[in-house]
């Protein structure tokens, strides 16, 4: 039943839950340069910074006449708004111009130029992945022209880290969705937060958790099977992954207020908790590797896993080689006789 209910919680979640990939790319200092957004009506979100005022990121995109331009600048909780407040500047074919762009800023040869300034912070949470941050400027038009637009976030005074989210058709592919862990860490860390304390969620669980284990379970102590804790380990490193979800969005809800996302985050963080219950009571059975049906839920167990962000895919391998090599070696011998 724990199965079943992690694989449909997966499909439930999978299909209905909307969230950006994100990415980090260099910035491009220049028109020349600008980080190539190759499908800009797709969700993404740039996380960077501004080394000081003055100084320009560029964005490039091709769109379509018509096709909706939809963008949103954001910054880290942890920043003054009042003290670091980027603006947008868009630029192509077909626009008129708006607001006055400041002398360092690099425009195109032909097209209009739109400066869109920061406007009243709003403090916001979000669930996928999950943070929390400033919302601070927004635009959503749609193309007048077939062509090639440039967006540049600056900043007249000073420098500051920046979110910027393109697009609205949510869409992973398949390795963008299993990295989404390691892509969270990276917003984290531009978030203020440091990469030992984003993983000591994942380190303690499993740890204090074996201790526990060698504690509590007077049978465990004497078993001299590899298998069984590398599977276990896999097991709470899948618990970890449930329990550090749920700390950042306790994090995250401490500084801004909560909203109805909180539950999409602790439906995700239950998905892996529900994997690593399911795989600890299949592993501390006496005897489980010689279970031919709790050798096929484990290789299941592990192969769902990375699709629920369960493990930072060593929780998985853990799982599965040592599952797969005793089934493997008990069906040749079974091919022997």
Same mark, same amino acid.
């Given at each position: ?143 007048? *022209? ?69 504690? *509590? ?121």
């Amino acid at each position: 039943m724990i199965l079943l209910a992690g694989i449909a919680l997966i499909g439930l979640l999978t299909s209905s839950v909307s969230g950006h990939v994100p990415v980090a790319p260099e910035p491009g200092e220049t028109l020349d340069t600008a980080v190539e957004i190759v499908n800009p009506t797709k969700s993404w979100v740039v996380y960077s910074d501004l080394h000081e005022g003055e100084e320009p990121h560029y964005f490039r995109f091709q769109i379509n006449e018509g096709e909706r331009i939809r963008l949103t600048l954001m910054i880290p909780i942890n920043q003054d708004p009042s003290e670091f407040r980027p603006a947008m500047a868009l630029m192509g074919p077909g626009l008129t111009n708006e607001g006055v762009a400041p002398s360092y800023l690099e425009t195109p040869e032909s097209g209009g130029v739109v400066i869109v300034q920061s406007g009243t912070p709003h403090p916001e949470y979000e669930g996928f992945t999950p943070t929390s941050f400033y919302a601070m400027a927004d635009v959503d038009i749609s193309a007048a *022209k077939t062509g090639t637009y440039f967006l540049a976030v600056f900043e007249p005074s000073s420098g500051g880290r920046f979110a910027l989210a393109l697009g609205y058709i949510e869409s992973f592919s398949l390795d963008e969705w299993i990295l989404v862990p390691f892509s969270v860490m990276i917003i984290h860390q531009w978030n203020g937060q440091s990469l030992l304390f984003i993983i000591s969620p994942f380190v303690a669980t499993t740890i204090v958790g074996l201790a526990y284990l060698l504690m *509590k379970r007077q049978d465990l102590r004497g078993r001299n099977s590899l298998s069984t804790w590398l599977v276990v380990t896999g097991g709470l490193m899948f618990i970890a992954s449930g329990m550090a979800m749920l700390l950042q969005m306790v994090v995250a809800i401490s500084t801004v207020p909560a909203n109805a996302q909180v539950v999409v985050t602790t439906a995700f963080a239950m998905i892996p908790l529900l994997l690593g219950v399911a795989t600890l009571r299949i592993a501390l059975r006496e005897n489980w590797e010689l279970d031919s049906s709790a050798l096929m839920k484990l290789l299941i167990l592990g192969a769902v896993a990375p699709f629920a962000w369960a493990g930072l895919l060593i929780g998985p391998v853990l799982v599965v080689i040592p599952s797969l090599i005793i089934l493997l070696i008990r069906r040749q011998r079974q091919s022997d006789t």
